[in-house]
């Protein structure tokens, strides 16, 4: 891969081994005036990957490529520093989208080395460009890929390697990306370096409270459940839903359990859900109330202990000894509710 790739995949080990090796440091680039038009490259992805959830796929020439990877981390910084959930999640979905464009112009080396770069061991058929990958890999990156065609049964698994076509290779990719974007944000920002971007931040920042009053999932829409009082795995899985980002099976059914348990009706959860890349209105419904109970079994909301077996549980340090999400709401509303009360009273 060259710069032209780790420019529009700028999360691989590559991109970051390019960075690591050029003369500029993360701090010249936030603070030297040389540096201006990067900033604001910087800021402009963040606020395309705000507003349309993905970024313009453009052809870079070396020097407009070497710009666009020296963007990247500043815009890291900037959705470090504002700390906002749904940012996060949408900016690293929109790079993600960008990859994907770009992996498909890959030939069959250059689909064998990004694997390679991810820690995924892949053949591909240079004549076919269909891609060869260990079962584990496949299930891995597709489970929360929700078409049939994504389904293990729907593949042919012959010793436990599976072949897939170069566009169902890129979507996985792409998830990766996703993933490897969404890792370790929002970082910890110098004081120093959020007063040099004090303006891109404040822009950005602007932008997403916008955003945010559009989306209709403010405080007011969950009306008689408390939001704010939710566990870091329900808050992660709403905001995952609201950046169009595909939950897991184990998740989805995670997430609406919590949220009939706690009393939400099941058409404000479908309302939720209208926003996932795969919403259909019919299945939806159909799939909340079996499991509000109208086939006879009521599904509660799974323990920390299931959930962090599924890879669902992102925030056990905040949630201390908590044993369950219900109990985490529970105690939180419990707290909120006499903390209000002493207000009153006083
Ligand atoms: S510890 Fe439990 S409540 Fe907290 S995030 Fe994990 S699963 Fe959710």
Known sequence: MDIIDFANIPCTTGALEYMKESSVGSADVCTDMAYESVRSAAKGCVLEALQNGTLKYRRYNEPAANKELLAYPVAR?????????????RYALAVAKLAYEHIMSFRADGLRELAADFGITATVDARTMSAT???????????????????LSSRTVKGGMLTISKSDFARLMEEVVRKKVEFGLPHDV????????????????EA??????????????????SPGCFPPCISSAIADVQANVNLSHSMRFAMTTFLLNIGMKPEKITEIFRA????KEQD??????????????AYTCPTCA???????????TQCKKIKHPLIFYRRKLWIQNKKQAKKVVS
């Open 133 to 151: 990958i260990h079962f584990t890999d496949y299930i891995h990156h597709a489970h929360v890929l929700h078409e049939p065609k994504w389904k």
């Open 306 to 316: 299931t959930m962090t077996t599924n890879g669902n549980c992102p925030g056990k």
């Open 284 to 297: 939806t419904n159909y799939q909340i109330n079996h499991i509000a109970g109208a086939s006879g079994t």
């Open 77 to 89: 910084i900037i959705v470090s520093s504002i700390k906002n959930t749904y940012l996060t999640k």
């Open 208 to 225: 997403a409270n916008i955003r945010a009053n559009k989306q209709g999932f403010s405080k007011e829409g969950f009306s008689e459940v």
């Open 190 to 205: 110098p004081q120093e370096i959020k007063e040099a971007l004090k303006q891109y931040i404040n822009e950005v920042q």
């Open 276 to 279: 996932s890349p795969d919403f």
